[in-house]
């Protein structure tokens, strides 16, 4: 049989980037109803979260942040990302946007997955440090 291999493309490239936000837009209310999930410090999480992975856009700088900032700005304050989806950057400008327009940072939670290169104590401190820089926050 004969194989082809074919070099990948960016998803992008071929999307409809997410639509800007308007600039007169301020945080709505967070969602009624909404679901927390109590961590061992006592600190309540939201349930429910944005996935930055998986979809055309998630690879297009432009399209994240504007997508965390669309999430913020309608109430959300849950996001997962990972080393793997190579958009921390990206993430970190659209929660630093949607803190300027009145997004409480208390109120954000970002949650991420060490990959099993850093596992252990300082190899996962040596980690997390990387990844917050990336992301721009404390």
């Not at 009624?32 to 944005?50: I, K, R, S, Y």
């Not at 297009?60 to 504007?66: A, I």
Request: aromatic share 10%.
């Amino acid at each position: 049989p004969t194989f082809f291999c074919l070099a990948p493309q960016p998803l992008w490239y071929k999307t409809t980037p997410t639509p800007a936000v308007p600039k007169e837009m301020r945080p709505l209310p967070r969602p009624e109803g909404e679901l927390f999930l109590t961590l061992p410090g006592g600190e309540q999480m939201p349930a429910n979260g944005l996935g930055t992975c998986c979809r055309a856009t998630a690879y297009h700088d432009e399209s994240v942040r504007r997508t965390i900032l669309w999430y913020l700005l309608q109430g959300g304050r849950h996001i997962d990302t990972a080393d793997l989806y190579l958009n921390h950057r990206a993430i970190g400008e659209g929660i630093r946007m949607a803190m300027r327009r009145g997004v409480p940072r208390s109120e954000i939670f970002v949650t991420t997955k060490i990959p099993p290169d850093f596992f252990g104590t300082d190899n996962a401190e040596m980690w997390m440090e990387r990844v917050l820089d990336e992301l721009g926050l404390e």
